[in-house]
């Protein structure tokens, strides 16, 4: 053997071994810097009620009302409520207002008179990192010297919506207020995300923006549209937005255009819920809102109550498996036994999932318990049989009526979810019985019948209604349910309809699932928690699955609050590689200062930690 090879045998070999000395060095660091990260402090992460509120009773706004007793009223009553919370709260007056902490919680509520020097006072505040929930005519007035909406304008960058000064409830049009999902001052709660009732008897100031989209809106009863002012022209979904959020200099902000006594006579549960929100999204470096649907921000679930000429399911499911969408058959038992090879056929198509939409299509709700489990657990055994599996889990009741002991039959019957009549709610959200879950998806959808009732069977019409109606659901990041009957859509002189609603949906990748996806998605979601570890320099979140599956796709949205960018994103652990795909962002909007992260897979019971570079 020659010197040469000798040497470059050598060579060879003690280079593998510094290879992995320096592998084994890296191992170790990794792991002490993992645990070492674990045991820091954490800063800028701030509970709720560690924080003092300063409420504002403004002096000029008394001096100029005529009688100020329902101003300090309702100074006092939100006050009350605050302190009941749990908060620590110190009413002042605008001379006050240069003596507060940098990063103070200044509510500023009904403060329609303020003098040019208190308001120069308020905006030095905010902009040099205060944060402030103002609202409705917000220093319209310096004295008697009108000021209009400037100030507002100015904080915001909102504008006031052209031709509309003000609108007013009228007893042919009540507003309700919708949150939108993904804001920040809701955080996603299932049960708490839903339309409220909106008290209002004065004229409420509209405003509209081509950057920011608006937290809460004024929507219909059936949160299909945005409410329609007579005698102008239906508001878009930025012009019926109520309540906005964004920054100012350093500072945040919270603004909402209706008064103060519409914000009380809220539910107690969601003034408590709104609240505290907006005091995280105030206090904390960073404010999380995961998407509703695991790795979708939005979904449409589109069904047929399959009963009345039952064979024209053939019609609606070839159109599904035409044009690959994921739909719903939530069929009567009794048909399905008339119809066995239509009903085995359709549940053959990989777009199609079979429910159960009663044994007999007749009265369950306080029927005796032999026909109540006939028609749930009957049906379900009867076409679980027809189609050859064990998989219908969705259950639709007649007459939209369902009560405690259906819910504990379904369960028992192996149901997973349920959907209704109109619900309020914006998502699917889940209803505990015996230690078990039953999910109920809302109907947001106009029926059919209404669509060609009042629509005169204009089926141009009507789609275009389908379609607003899914815009404006998507828009408040919920569920759009559209539900058609066997008689009604899916007959042959109207299926038209549908074919070109499912062309819509196509043409713009609008996400699409069967029932038992969508529930099961809610489910994965509901068990997965956040818990965020800010330090200096950088902010770790930790996502805990609790879910006894892997989860894959796994997105949320991060508002950067209390910083001036996020710079990078990265895993708090990397192992030689392996998670270099774990990571994606998805989508990042400078204007409202957030980013949608995407996480590949997280195994189950299982905590995965990422790391944000920040610049304060």
Same mark, same amino acid.
């Given at each position: 053997?020659?010197?040469?090879?000798?040497?470059?045998?050598?060579?060879?070999?003690?280079?593998?071994? #510094?290879?992995?000395?320096?592998?084994?060095?890296?191992?170790?660091?990794?792991?002490?810097?993992?645990? #070492?990260?674990?045991?820091?402090?954490?800063?800028?992460?701030?509970?709720?009620?560690? =924080?003092?509120?300063?409420?504002?009773?403004?002096?000029?706004?008394?001096?100029?009302?005529?009688?100020?007793?329902?101003?300090?009223?309702?100074?006092?009553?939100?006050?009350?409520?605050?302190?009941?919370?749990?908060?620590?709260?110190?009413?002042?007056?605008?001379?006050?207002?240069?003596?507060?902490?940098?990063?103070?919680?200044?509510?500023?509520?009904?403060?329609?008179?303020?003098?040019?020097?208190?308001?120069?006072?308020?905006?030095?505040?905010?902009?040099?990192?205060?944060?402030?929930?103002?609202?409705?005519? #917000?220093?319209?007035?310096?004295?008697?010297?009108?000021?209009?909406?400037?100030?507002?304008?100015?904080?915001?960058?909102?504008?006031?919506?052209?031709?509309?000064?003000?609108?007013?409830?009228?007893?042919?049009?009540?507003?309700?207020?919708?949150?939108?999902?993904?804001?920040?001052?809701?955080?996603?709660?299932?049960?708490?995300?839903?339309?409220?009732? #909106?008290?209002?008897?004065?004229?409420?100031?509209?405003?509209?923006?081509?950057?920011?989209?608006?937290?809460?809106?004024?929507?219909?009863?059936?949160?299909?549209?945005?409410?329609?002012?007579?005698?102008?022209?239906?508001?878009?979904?930025?012009?019926?937005?109520?309540?906005?959020?964004?920054?100012?200099?350093?500072?945040?902000?919270?603004?909402?255009?209706?008064?103060?006594?519409?914000?009380?006579?809220?539910?107690?549960?969601?003034?408590?819920?709104?609240?505290?929100?907006?005091?995280?999204?105030?206090?904390?470096?960073?404010?999380?809102?995961?998407?509703?649907?695991?790795?979708?921000?939005?979904? =449409?679930?589109?069904?047929?109550?399959?009963?009345?000429?039952?064979?024209?399911?053939?019609?609606?499911?070839?159109?599904?498996?035409?044009?690959?969408?994921?739909?719903?058959?939530?069929?009567?038992?009794?048909?399905?036994?008339?119809?066995?090879?239509?009903?085995?056929?359709?549940?053959?198509?990989?777009?199609?999932?079979?429910?159960?939409?009663?044994?007999?299509?007749?009265?369950?709700?306080?029927?005796?318990?032999?026909?109540?489990?006939?028609?749930?657990?009957?049906?379900?055994?009867?076409?679980?049989?027809?189609?050859?599996?064990?998989?219908?889990?969705?259950?639709?009741?007649?007459?939209?009526?369902?009560?405690?002991?259906?819910?504990?039959? %379904?369960?028992?019957?192996?149901?997973?979810?349920?959907?209704?009549?109109?619900?309020?709610?914006?998502?699917?959200?889940?209803?505990?019985?015996?230690?078990?879950?039953?999910?109920?998806?809302?109907?947001?959808?106009?029926?059919?019948?209404?669509?060609?009732?009042?629509?005169?069977?204009?089926?141009?019409?009507?789609?275009?209604?389908?379609?607003?109606?899914?815009?404006?659901?998507?828009?408040?990041?919920?569920?759009?349910?559209?539900?058609?009957?066997?008689?009604?859509?899916?007959?042959?002189?109207?299926?038209?309809?549908?074919?070109?609603?499912?062309?819509?949906?196509?043409?713009?990748?609008?996400? =699409?699932?069967?029932?038992?996806?969508?529930?099961?998605?809610?489910?994965?979601?509901?068990?997965?928690?956040?818990?965020?570890?800010?330090?200096?320099?950088?902010?770790?979140?930790?996502?805990?699955?609790?879910?006894?599956?892997?989860?894959?796709? %796994?997105?949320?949205?991060?508002?950067?609050?209390?910083?001036?960018?996020?710079?990078?994103?990265?895993?708090?652990?990397?192992?030689?590689?392996?998670?270099?795909?774990?990571?994606?962002?998805?989508?990042?909007?400078?204007?409202?200062?957030?980013?949608?992260?995407?996480?590949?897979?997280?195994?189950?019971?299982?905590?995965?930690?990422?790391?944000?570079?920040?610049?304060?």
């Amino acid at each position: 053997m020659s010197s040469s090879i000798k040497e470059s045998s050598l060579l060879g070999k003690g280079t593998g071994y #510094f290879i992995k000395m320096v592998l084994t060095v890296l191992i170790i660091v990794s792991v002490i810097g993992a645990v #070492f990260y674990q045991l820091l402090p954490t800063l800028g992460v701030v509970m709720p009620k560690e =924080v003092t509120i300063y409420l504002l009773s403004s002096n000029d706004t008394k001096e100029f009302l005529k009688n100020p007793t329902y101003y300090d009223k309702n100074i006092g009553e939100f006050q009350k409520r605050l302190e009941k919370q749990g908060y620590k709260v110190k009413v002042i007056t605008e001379d006050q207002i240069p003596s507060l902490p940098k990063n103070a919680v200044l509510f500023a509520m009904d403060a329609t008179y303020l003098s040019s020097q208190h308001l120069k006072n308020l905006l030095d505040f905010l902009y040099k990192g205060g944060n402030l929930l103002f609202n409705f005519t #917000f220093a319209y007035r310096d004295g008697q010297k009108w000021r209009g909406p400037k100030v507002i304008t100015e904080i915001t960058g909102l504008q006031p919506v052209k031709g509309i000064d003000a609108i007013k409830r009228t007893k042919d049009n009540y507003f309700f207020l919708a949150l939108r999902g993904m804001s920040p001052l809701l955080q996603l709660d299932f049960k708490k995300a839903k339309r409220m009732d #909106f008290a209002l008897y004065d004229p409420l100031p509209l405003f509209t923006s081509k950057t920011l989209q608006p937290d809460g809106i004024i929507s219909t009863w059936e949160m299909t549209n945005t409410p329609y002012i007579k005698g102008h022209r239906p508001l878009s979904f930025n012009e019926a937005g109520v309540v906005w959020h964004g920054k100012y200099g350093k500072g945040n902000w919270v603004y909402f255009t209706f008064p103060s006594y519409t914000m009380l006579e809220l539910d107690k549960n969601y003034f408590t819920m709104f609240m505290d929100n907006i005091i995280t999204y105030f206090r904390n470096v960073i404010t999380i809102s995961p998407y509703p649907f695991l790795d979708y921000p939005n979904m =449409v679930f589109v069904s047929e109550d399959t009963e009345y000429k039952y064979p024209n399911l053939a019609h609606f499911v070839a159109l599904a498996h035409q044009y690959e969408i994921n739909v719903t058959a939530f069929c009567v038992a009794k048909l399905a036994e008339r119809y066995p090879e239509l009903t085995r056929e359709a549940a053959q198509l990989p777009e199609v999932e079979i429910g159960s939409h009663s044994y007999s299509h007749t009265k369950i709700m306080g029927e005796p318990m032999p026909k109540i489990i006939k028609e749930i657990a009957g049906s379900k055994k009867i076409l679980d049989k027809i189609i050859g599996r064990n998989e219908v889990v969705g259950f639709r009741p007649p007459r939209e009526e369902i009560d405690k002991t259906m819910y504990k039959e %379904l369960l028992k019957a192996g149901y997973l979810y349920v959907m209704e009549k109109t619900k309020p709610q914006l998502f699917p959200y889940p209803t505990e019985v015996d230690g078990k879950t039953l999910w109920t998806l809302p109907r947001h959808g106009t029926d059919d019948y209404i669509y060609l009732i009042e629509l005169n069977w204009n089926k141009k019409e009507i789609l275009n209604q389908i379609i607003r109606e899914t815009h404006f659901l998507h828009s408040l990041d919920a569920l759009y349910t559209l539900s058609v009957h066997t008689h009604l859509l899916s007959y042959g002189t109207n299926i038209s309809v549908i074919a070109d609603y499912f062309k819509y949906l196509k043409e713009h990748h609008i996400p =699409v699932l069967k029932g038992r996806d969508i529930a099961h998605r809610s489910e994965l979601v509901r068990n997965i928690s956040y818990k965020i570890n800010a330090m200096k320099g950088q902010v770790e979140i930790a996502i805990i699955n609790n879910n006894k599956e892997p989860v894959n796709n %796994l997105t949320f949205r991060v508002y950067w609050n209390n910083l001036k960018d996020i710079t990078s994103v990265m895993p708090a652990v990397i192992t030689f590689g392996k998670e270099k795909n774990q990571i994606t962002i998805v989508k990042r909007d400078n204007n409202q200062h957030f980013i949608d992260i995407r996480v590949k897979h997280i195994p189950a019971d299982y905590k995965y930690s990422i790391v944000l570079g920040i610049e304060k």
